[in-house]
């Protein structure tokens, strides 16, 4: 997905010269092909994150439009006030792309670990935050980005993720994907979570339960009227996210479920981070599977909600 991510950028560069390329202390030899090519619009700046959100926010107050690729701790905890006041406050056409969505950086602890990026955004009047769930449906959604209004945080996974989305087709910024039609349960999902709530739909057809499968690549604007339709028929509805529970997709959708004024009353669960900085390094899996951010916890908990004894995995 990251390198998916990164290709784009360099074909939409050789399509459109309004498209510039900032990167922040990343690797040699990143988009050294962008380099060669076009150079006077490559721009590998140093560990100084604000001044790149102001030097972005620049070029496109002045047509361009700019690429900003780094660390997502360092793109969205340490330039708050800049992606605040020069990209959200002006609109600007800056796309921000946040390498490390959740968990990825768990070998190098919890200064690199951005479970919050997508609460801290969400808090942003303007801005629009996109969490792709593989390389197919970032590559479809990479095309979208040049005629977007305003600013847009993509929200890069490790890489080599399984592909669950499919190849061909538009994708469509602030529309759910319906990935699997339920009438018990709706399991609600967005980034590379995807994966395991596909699968935990599938075993959960051997208890009984038909779980259905909506997609948020978009988590805002969040797409509202395909969520409260996927809930409609459904007495349970589980998120499952890679990032903190407060304040994330469970929290948007928990927001919607409440303002809706069910009767019966829908029953939700949350799976996610819980309000703590994580404190062990290792693995995204391993961290993942710590908090349950799993297919075996997606059954359990849907079982739990639906009062369906839950068969051993």
Known sequence: MRKTCLDMVYELAKQDERVFFIGS???????????????????????????????????????????????ATFLTRRCFEQVTVDLCLHNTNVRLIGNGGGLVYAPLGPTHLAIDDIAILRALPNMTIVAPA????????????????????????KGNDPLVTKAEGRFEIGKAVPMR????????????????????????VEQGIEAGVLHMPTIK???????????????????IEEHTLMGGLGSAVAEVIAEANWSPPKRLRRIGIPDVFPDQYGSQASLMN????STEQLVMTVSTLLG????SL
């Open 181 to 204: 039609a339920g009438s018990d349960a709706l399991i609600v999902t967005t980034g590379v979570t995807l994966k395991r709530a596909l699968d935990a739909a599938s075993l959960l």
């Open 134 to 157: 593989d390389a197919n449906e970032m590559r479809r959604f990479m095309l979208e980005t040049l005629e977007h209004r305003g600013p847009l945080y993509i929200r890069l996974a």
């Open 308 to 311: 369906v004894p839950t068969h």
């Open 290 to 293: 710590r908090y349950g951010i």
């Open 25 to 71: 202390d990343l690797g040699a030899g990143t988009l050294q092909q962008f380099k060669q090519e076009m150079p006077e619009r490559f721009f590998m700046e140093g560990v100084s994150e604000a001044t790149i959100i102001g030097m972005a926010a620049g070029l496109a107050m002045e047509g361009k439009i700019p690429y900003v690729n780094t660390i």
């Open 221 to 239: 604007p969040l797409d509202t009227e395909a969520l409260l339709g996927a809930i409609s028929p459904v007495a349970a509805i589980v998120t």
